[in-house]
């Protein structure tokens, strides 16, 4: 008897099967010599010991069998009437096998998509952030030599023709914002708003603030006849926030206001609303249409004028929308074409706590006692003799040597200590203090703004630094901070 | 202590501002002159005491001029004098001129 399992294992059994299908396939003259080997594709016979395996047991049903010719059949098995004999009956599917077959290709040409682009967009995502870097570290090497030319240019500007000086520093500036513009965009593309963008919040003056934007504006505007206005409507001296960022969005806007106005003004006001700061900048420029409204805080985007206004990088207003929203903020605009625009930052107004000792000069101290490490007699004197006023001990030393041994001895609340002081440096001698004494607040004084401004990172060394020179009104707000 | 304590302070000050101004042209020519770390020490140790003294007495715009130049004779222990060192010198000067002359009017 011919197993069906036998025979699905014999490629080179010879068959004698006349079916239409295989005198197809194998041509009449070649009938007599029917083969598995010469009937079925390669792939077929390269799967052929499992073929069995398919087999539908209950029907004897072997499904698209592909044929040498590319043609697919069923086939049907069924025992003949002797045991010697098989029947086999061939089913032409080749068109539902190849809908089914169309089908398959299209499910793995769209996995294989599928896996293509999960790559590309792994691969996208990589060059992205290569681009971010790339941005990142060729604009910080514009910036260095861009802020060496500005901090030249200050000093050239005191002493020179003022226009050029100016022009020249302005256009450095104007180069170093869109630097700083397209850092914190790679930024924040690499890694997000949230960690993208870091903020130093500290107390903002608001006429220092209105000094700085007039500074470097008004000649920017001058140059084009604008006018440029600037006015605090509100009774605010003084806030909190980050004011590099808060500055940054003032620039940001007030420079396109400049750029896109041909004639007339701009002018920035602050105001006051629920709580809220509101600077507004306006212009009477070439205005915008709703269309530009919609996509004027799309990254790259810029408005189309006739002017020659269209330089920059199309990153100001993103990035200051941005920067609004990391400042709990909101920027927003109104804008009739052909009539001019106004951007509106809105931030929340962040009060400066004024404890009650703080208010009043005379109030008493906490502290018992204070350490004066201070190597300059004018500056010892004068601090002793305005700090004897409360009720303190006071201790001077003229070294870091003798500021430690007193600090050892008496264990100060409070110690004021100059950074440069003969011997052991007043860096060091706090670290010294730190360990021998606690408990003692430390308030640093330098007159380097970089050395300053580098240890305002690190609490270890000092609670407060306090940069030179300074009033006596400085250094009593400084110690009441620091007197809790 | 007492009101007559600072105020004798700011007095004995305001005197010592001519001599200052003697020291820092001394000091600022022996910058100018000579060579090596001494005389750019010198300088620098000065305008840092005059700007951390002069703001405490209430000279804000000689505290201010005093820390400019002393930032730029900071770069002089590394390279040449900038030549915006003489500028910043006639402004520190100037500054402490119109200041000895406010208090003697």
Same mark, same amino acid.
């Given at each position: 008897?011919?197993?069906?399992?036998?025979?699905?294992?014999?490629?080179?059994?010879?068959?004698?099967?006349?079916?239409?299908?295989?005198?197809?396939?194998?041509?009449?003259?070649?009938?007599?010599?029917?083969?598995?080997?010469?009937?079925?594709?390669?792939?077929?016979?390269?799967?052929?010991?499992?073929?069995?395996?398919?087999?539908?047991?209950?029907?004897?049903?072997?499904?698209?069998?592909?044929?040498?010719?590319?043609?697919?059949?069923?086939?049907?098995?069924?025992?003949?009437?002797?045991?010697?004999?098989?029947?086999?009956?061939?089913?032409?599917?080749?068109?539902?096998?190849?809908?089914?077959?169309?089908?398959?290709?299209?499910?793995?040409?769209?996995?294989?998509?599928?896996?293509?682009?999960?790559?590309?967009?792994?691969?996208?995502?990589?060059?992205?952030?290569?681009?971010?870097?790339?941005?990142?570290?060729?604009?910080?090497?514009?910036?260095?030599?861009?802020?060496?030319?500005?901090?030249?240019?200050?000093?050239?500007?005191?002493?020179?023709?003022?226009?050029?000086?100016?022009?020249?520093?302005?256009?450095?500036?104007?180069?170093?914002?869109?630097?700083?513009?397209?850092?914190?965009?790679?930024?924040?593309?690499?890694?997000?708003?949230?960690?993208?963008?870091?903020?130093?919040?500290?107390?903002?003056?608001?006429?220092?603030?209105?000094?700085?934007?007039?500074?470097?504006?008004?000649?920017?505007?001058?140059?084009k006849n604008l006018g440029f206005n600037l006015s605090n409507q509100t009774d605010i001296d003084?806030?909190?926030?980050?004011?590099?960022?808060?500055?940054?969005?003032?620039?940001?806007?007030?420079?396109?206001?400049?750029?896109?106005?041909?004639?007339?003004?701009?002018?920035?006001?602050?105001?006051?609303?629920?709580?809220?700061?509101?600077?507004?900048?306006?212009?009477?420029?070439?205005?915008?249409?709703?269309?530009?409204?919609?996509?004027?805080?799309?990254?790259?985007?810029?408005?189309?004028?006739?002017?020659?206004?269209?330089?920059?990088?199309?990153?100001?207003?993103?990035?200051?929308?941005?920067?609004?929203?990391?400042?709990?903020?909101?920027?927003?605009?109104?804008?009739?074409?052909?009539?001019?625009?106004?951007?509106?930052?809105?931030?929340?107004?962040?009060?400066?706590?004024?404890?009650?000792?703080?208010?009043?000069?005379?109030?008493?101290?906490?502290?018992?006692?204070?350490?004066?490490?201070?190597d300059n007699s004018e500056i010892q004197m004068f601090v002793e003799a305005v700090l004897s006023?409360?009720?303190?001990?006071?201790?001077?030393?003229?070294?870091?040597?003798?500021?430690?041994?007193?600090?050892?001895?008496?264990?100060?609340?409070?110690?004021?200590?100059?950074?440069?002081?003969?011997?052991?440096?007043?860096?060091?001698?706090?670290?010294?203090?730190?360990?021998?004494?606690?408990?003692?607040?430390?308030?640093?004084?330098?007159?380097?703004?970089?050395?300053?401004?580098?240890?305002?990172?690190?609490?270890?060394?000092?609670?407060?630094?306090?940069?030179?020179?300074?009033?006596?009104?400085?250094?009593?707000?400084?110690?009441?901070?620091?007197?809790? | 202590?007492?009101?007559?304590?600072?105020?004798?302070?700011?007095?004995?000050?305001?005197?010592?501002? $001519?001599?200052? @101004?003697?020291?820092?042209?001394? &000091? =600022?020519?022996?910058?100018?002159?000579? +060579?090596?770390?001494?005389?750019?020490?010198?300088?620098?140790?000065? $305008?840092?005491? @005059?700007?951390?003294?002069?703001? &405490? =007495?209430?000279?804000?715009?000689?505290? +201010?001029?005093?820390?400019?130049?002393?930032?730029?004779?900071?770069?002089?222990y590394e390279v040449e004098p900038l030549p915006e060192t003489q500028a910043e010198f006639n402004?520190?000067?100037?500054?402490?001129?119109?200041?000895?002359?406010?208090?003697?009017?």
């Open positions: 008897m011919i197993e069906l399992s036998n025979f699905l294992k014999q490629p080179e059994l010879k068959l004698r099967i006349k079916d239409n299908i295989i005198v197809e396939v194998l041509g009449d003259e070649n009938i007599a010599d029917c083969r598995c080997s010469k009937l079925l594709n390669q792939s077929v016979l390269d799967n052929f010991p499992f073929l069995y395996d398919l087999v539908d047991q209950e029907t004897g049903r072997l499904e698209m069998v592909q044929l040498r010719d590319g043609r697919y059949v069923d086939v049907f098995f069924q025992q003949g009437d002797s045991e010697q004999e098989l029947l086999v009956l061939l089913r032409d599917v080749s068109r539902h096998a190849l809908r089914i077959l169309d089908k398959q290709q299209l499910r793995n040409e769209l996995d294989i998509a599928k896996t293509q682009l999960v790559q590309q967009q792994e691969a996208l995502k990589q060059a992205h952030q290569l681009q971010s870097r790339f941005i990142s570290s060729i604009s910080h090497e514009f910036r260095t030599p861009l802020t060496t030319i500005i901090g030249h240019c200050d000093l050239l500007e005191k002493q020179s023709e003022q226009g050029s000086v100016s022009a020249v520093r302005n256009s450095a500036f104007y180069l170093v914002s869109m630097v700083n513009n397209i850092l914190d965009y790679a930024s924040m593309s690499e890694k997000g708003l949230e960690e993208g963008v870091d903020l130093v919040k500290s107390t903002v003056q608001t006429a220092t603030l209105f000094e700085e934007i007039s500074d470097i504006f008004t000649y920017q505007a001058a140059k003084k806030f909190i926030t980050d004011p590099m960022r808060l500055t940054q969005c003032l620039v940001n806007l007030i420079g396109n206001a400049i750029k896109y106005t041909e004639q007339g003004q701009v002018s920035l006001t602050l105001g006051e609303e629920d709580e809220h700061l509101i600077f507004s900048v306006t212009d009477s420029g070439l205005g915008l249409t709703a269309e530009e409204i919609r996509k004027i805080f799309d990254p790259f985007y810029r408005v189309k004028s006739n002017s020659k206004a269209e330089y920059g990088a199309g990153l100001g207003l993103t990035i200051t929308q941005n920067l609004a929203e990391k400042l709990d903020g909101k920027l927003s605009v109104q804008s009739e074409k052909g009539v001019g625009s106004v951007f509106i930052l809105r931030i929340p107004l962040e009060r400066i706590m004024l404890s009650e000792a703080e208010q009043d000069p005379s109030a008493p101290f906490n502290a018992k006692s204070l350490l004066l490490i201070e006023e409360y009720d303190l001990a006071i201790h001077v030393a003229s070294s870091g040597e003798e500021g430690i041994a007193l600090a050892t001895e008496h264990q100060p609340d409070l110690a004021i200590i100059d950074f440069n002081l003969p011997g052991i440096s007043g860096i060091d001698a706090a670290q010294e203090i730190r360990q021998l004494s606690p408990n003692t607040k430390l308030l640093g004084s330098s007159a380097s703004i970089k050395l300053g401004k580098q240890l305002q990172s690190f609490p270890i060394f000092f609670d407060d630094i306090l940069s030179k020179p300074y009033t006596i009104g400085d250094l009593l707000t400084t110690l009441r901070k620091l007197d809790k | 202590m007492s009101a007559g304590k600072i105020e004798a302070l700011k007095q004995a000050y305001a005197k010592s501002l $001519t001599t200052k @101004l003697a020291t820092l042209e001394q &000091l =600022y020519q022996h910058f100018i002159e000579q +060579t090596g770390d001494e005389p750019v020490k010198a300088l620098h140790v000065f $305008t840092h005491n @005059l700007s951390g003294s002069a703001g &405490l =007495y209430g000279y804000p715009e000689v505290a +201010t001029k005093s820390k400019a130049l002393m930032q730029i004779v900071e770069t002089s402004r520190l000067k100037d500054a402490l001129q119109q200041a000895i002359q406010e208090k003697t009017s």
